[in-house]
């Protein structure tokens, strides 16, 4: 049995105040939930990053950073390391994210850069997958994702494939209210799952999680999760208001698989 996963992308919203407000009453609302069954992550923008953590010590919150660099420190302004998410109380990092793909110029190449720095750090790395409409349009989207799981995976082993946390995101889903179909997703996911298979054997692709991502709500994520390779939400939009995010992190939390 997979163990759901629900992470909260904030993406560049909440000042350190409203982040503090923001994490405090999820604390305060989420403190009953089976932590055993669902794993629950905040990933606030990098200033608030140390606040949070501050108020997620004492809870079973997880706390992951949007983005990083690859190497541990150096003359690389503008850029965060591994190290010093550690230091500033995370245990998760985003990898990947299509709004970094699409504005910041990364590749799978940097994602596998990335990916292999976060785990050298015991960070738990997000990696995001995905196509975006035109590419849906062509019938691309397996070639597409076929690519990004190649590329970004290289050299990483089934050891450290245990530990990685992928995450489809159509991009035409990302923002836009068009969430994909549960079918959409589950087909996509199922074949994330299977070429996982074809590299790592089926015991790894088994165990490995994958969340869908894009345009999730409340009203949206009992029929996603019920998608037999859905492992759980990248919530973005739904992920800034208390009432939501605890409605679809309750939610999922009643699915079993
Ligand atoms: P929305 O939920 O706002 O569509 O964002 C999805 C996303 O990009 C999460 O990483």
């Not at 530990?163 to 994330?192: D, L, N, R």
């Not at 790592?200 to 994520?221: C, F, H, M, T």
Request: charged share 25%.
């Amino acid at each position: 049995m997979r163990k759901t996963i629900i992470a909260g992308n904030w993406k560049m919203y909440k000042n350190i105040t409203e982040a503090i407000e923001l994490s405090n009453g999820l604390k305060r609302e989420l403190f009953k939930l089976d932590f055993e069954s669902t794993e629950v992550v905040l990933c606030p923008p990098f200033t608030a990053l140390a606040e949070v953590a501050e108020i997620l010590s004492e809870s079973d919150i997880g706390l992951g950073a949007q983005n990083m660099y690859w190497q541990d420190e150096g003359a690389f302004t503008g850029e965060v390391s591994a190290l010093m998410l550690k230091d500033a109380g995370c245990q998760y990092v985003i990898i990947g994210h299509s709004e970094r793909r699409q504005f910041f110029a990364e590749s799978n190449e940097t994602v596998n850069k990335k990916l292999k720095a976060a785990l050298k750090h015991e960070l738990t790395p997000i990696v995001c997958l995905g196509e975006n409409l035109q590419e849906r349009e062509l019938n691309k989207t397996f070639t597409v994702i076929q690519d990004q799981i190649k590329q970004g995976l290289i050299d990483i082993d089934a050891e450290q494939m245990q530990k990685v946390v992928i995450a489809y995101e159509p991009v035409w889903a990302i923002g836009t209210g068009k969430t994909a179909t549960p079918k959409q997703a589950q087909e996509v996911h199922k074949y994330i799952r299977d070429s996982l298979k074809k590299i790592y054997g089926d015991d790894l692709a088994q165990s490995v999680r994958i969340q869908y991502g894009g345009s999730v709500k409340p009203e949206n994520i009992l029929e996603l999760m019920a998608q037999p390779d859905v492992d759980g939400a990248l919530v973005g939009g739904a992920s800034l208001k208390i009432d939501s995010f605890v409605a679809i992190v309750t939610k999922s939390s009643e699915v079993r698989k």
